[in-house]
């Protein structure tokens, strides 16, 4: 962006985590997400201990499944209002009267949401961490899904950020992210499934086998 700068950037950025940090509601969450993970990460690995599966593997995998299904629910509210809602209180027009441009006010807003979507993902590593020790998950798995997690997360970020300065009320950005989210989550889905019959067909084949 023009006129954009890192100084800048990261002022505001600090400014925004300085404020989340102020407020007892984000200690609350974080506890609340760490007791949720654990309940699923438990009763994952409670379940398939005893099966024939791969104990490991499978526990990683059902608990990346839910760190990133969390994370779809709990992420789109930290940027969805950070535009229209410091609007709505003032805070907005006080930036915009410093030396700071457009583009600072904007990165610095995203990055900030960032970090604390990371954060939020840093919160489940020890459970990450205790399905690898349980065996047949490789570092090149462990380091795709993360990257995966963290550049989902970053879109996702970004999606709500787009629409906050778009809607002048928070409640219709916060809809507008939601519904955007929902509908590339599951119709991607729904859309594979629906065009599958098209891109496939029967074919017989003849083979010849020795009695």
């Known amino acids: 962006m023009k006129g954009t700068s890192w100084h800048g950037v990261r002022t505001v950025a600090a400014l925004e985590l300085r404020q989340r940090a102020r407020t007892s509601r984000w200690k609350i969450v974080l506890l609340i997400w760490f007791l949720v993970v654990a309940g699923l ?3 994952t690995y409670a379940g398939l201990t005893d099966s024939q599966v791969k104990a490991g593997r499978s526990v990683y995998d ?23 809602g410091d609007r709505e209180h003032g805070v907005l027009a006080t930036l915009q009267t410093t030396l700071l441009t457009a583009g600072d006010i904007v990165l610095g807003k995203l990055l900030a949401s960032w ?3 990371l954060v939020l993902t840093a919160v489940t590593l020890p459970f990450l961490v205790m399905g690898w020790l349980s ?10 899904s993360l990257l995966v997690l963290v550049l989902v997360l970053l879109a996702v970020c970004t999606m709500g950020l787009m629409f906050s300065p778009l809607t002048a009320r928070t409640a219709a950005s916060v809809v507008l992210t939601y519904l ?10 729904i859309t594979f499934f629906l065009s599958f019959p098209l891109v496939s067909e029967s074919e017989t084949v003849r083979y010849y086998g020795i009695p």
């Open 41 to 43: 990460f438990t009763l």
């Open 62 to 84: 059902l608990t990346i499944f839910f760190v990133l299904g969390l994370s779809l629910l709990v992420v789109p509210s930290l940027t969805s209002t950070s535009v229209n």
């Open 115 to 117: 970090v604390v979507a």
């Open 135 to 144: 065996g047949g998950v490789g570092w090149s798995t462990i380091v795709a």
């Open 180 to 189: 955007t989210v929902a509908a590339l989550v599951l119709g991607t889905v």
